[in-house]
């Protein structure tokens, strides 16, 4: 392939998974249905907020908007993938793999402000729960999805923009299954500390602090149950922020694994698999962990399945 700058490159190569070609089938077929699941799953806690009058609180509006993102943020990667597994055909343009890598960020700095979110929700219903209608009104509510909707935006626009001025150089191959960002400025022939600067400084606003949020709200939520004489206030307690915690463990744990492995070429197929697990496996997993650990998601779904949920008083607020 001829040495090309960055303003005559057509396409990308995506070298997909690091599996042979006889798996293939298989694979596709474990991935679409992980896919299907995790749409599904997502859609079905969507449904239950909407239509169940006992889901319209602070707590499951936020978990309608990790949702949603967690849909988006599959379908970001995910159908490419499936794409290029089944037909062999593993390009994609320069204008197309831009705008992955821009939802990718986008939708991976959202999910992590609406996490930090909820960890606040649960430090007031938990620390303060004879003031918890008050602090978290309709109006807060509103204001932290809208700031975590526009401080993603930005966020991914930085570094979308920052990754267009770059030259590349004559392979234009991607050893990932998607246009991850890092990938991307090993391509480069263009100087990157530009690059690498906003990946540090953003990085630490957008990841480093809310889980020093996340930290100090179950700090202070810990505190606070050590505090309840009984075992059934503990309980309770823990009910409420349980399902929330797993989510954040598996958010954090693989994308810490993810960006704490060595960053050689032997370690590639480890980061694949790192990314697989938060781009595809976790957002699947989400639905199982709210509707399972969760009493009203539990119930909000057995209303359904009864049909008793329509005829129920009440509109979405």
């Known amino acids: 392939m001829r040495r090309e700058n960055q303003s005559s490159v057509s396409e990308f190569l995506l070298l997909g998974l690091p599996i042979w070609p ?11 249905g992980v896919y299907l699941t995790t749409v599904l799953g997502n859609l079905l806690i969507l449904l239950l907020i909407r239509l169940d009058p006992r889901l319209h609180s602070p707590m499951y509006f936020f978990l309608s908007h990790l949702a ?11 159908p ?6 089944q037909t062999q055909h593993q390009s994609i343009s320069y204008v197309g ?28 219903a938990v620390c303060h729960p004879l003031h918890y209608s008050t602090i978290m009104g309709q109006g807060l509510c509103t204001l ?19 990754l267009t001025r770059l030259s590349f150089c004559a392979d234009h191959s991607i050893p990932h299954f998607f246009c991850d960002l890092d990938a991307l400025l090993k391509l480069s022939c263009s100087d990157t500390s530009l690059n690498e600067l906003a990946i540090f400084t953003v990085g630490v606003a957008i990841i ?40 954040v463990f598996l958010f954090y744990g693989t994308i810490i694994g993810l960006y704490t492995l060595p960053s050689s070429s032997t370690s590639n197929d480890k980061n694949i698999i790192a990314s697989v697990m938060y781009t595809v496996v976790t957002p699947m997993l989400n639905p199982f962990i709210y509707s399972l650990r969760n009493r009203d998601m539990k119930g909000a779904l057995g209303r359904l399945s009864r049909r008793e949920i329509f005829f129920s008083k009440g509109t979405f607020s």
Not at 22 to 32: C, K, P, V
Not at 68 to 78: A, I, K, M, N, R
Not at 80 to 85: A, D, H, P, S, V
Not at 146 to 157: D, F, G, K, N, V
Request: with cysteine.
């Open 80 to 85: 490419k993938m499936l794409i290029n597994m």
């Open 22 to 32: 006889e798996q293939q089938g298989m694979f596709f077929a474990l991935f679409l």
């Open 208 to 247: 480093v602090l809310p889980l020093v949020c996340i930290l100090i709200s179950y700090g202070r939520i810990g505190a606070t149950i050590l505090k309840v004489p009984s075992t059934k206030g503990i309980c309770k307690a823990l009910s409420t922020c349980g399902s929330h915690l797993s989510v």
């Open 68 to 78: 949603l993102t967690d849909v988006s943020f599959s379908s970001v990667t995910v």
């Open 97 to 124: 793999c831009v705008t992955q890598t821009y939802f990718f960020l986008f939708f991976t700095d959202l999910d992590d402000f609406l996490l930090t979110s909820m960890a606040y929700d649960r430090y007031v």
């Open 144 to 162: 932290l999805v809208t700031a975590s909707w526009i401080l993603s935006c930005a966020s991914a626009l930085c570094h979308t923009l920052l």
